[in-house]
Nanobody
């Protein structure tokens, strides 16, 4: 059974930083491209960062230069380091495969950027 568990969100001031973590189980994590998605209130989820099993990364233009995705295949865990956060980064953040693993989604972690 696939499980995705995100953590690390919270309330942060503009310009601040957060580090999100996601632990996956039920799949051979190391062979799958993984990603971080976010969902704004009332909108569909969008992919903001992805990383292949070998470590090649891609970012949406809106986060490029501010966010860094990484993974630890031995721990089946991926991370999203978010720096210079902006109010428009406020969303629920999810991890999943790229493309997503069917309908398997975790509970997400709320990131709120506000003064």
């Amino acid at each position: 059974q696939v499980q995705l568990v995100e953590s690390g969100g919270g309330l942060v001031q503009p310009g601040g930083s957060l580090r999100l973590s996601c632990t996956a189980s039920g799949r051979i994590f190391s062979i799958y491209p993984m990603g971080w998605y976010r969902q704004f209130l009332g909108k569909q989820r969008e992919l903001v960062a992805s990383i292949t099993g070998g470590g090649t990364t891609n970012y949406a233009d809106s986060v490029k230069g501010r966010f860094t995705i990484s993974r630890d295949n031995a721990k089946s865990t991926q991370y999203l380091q978010m720096n210079r956060l902006k109010p428009e980064d406020t969303a629920v953040y999810y991890c999943n495969g790229v493309p997503p693993w069917g309908d398997y989604w975790g509970q997400g972690t709320q990131v709120t950027v506000s003064s």
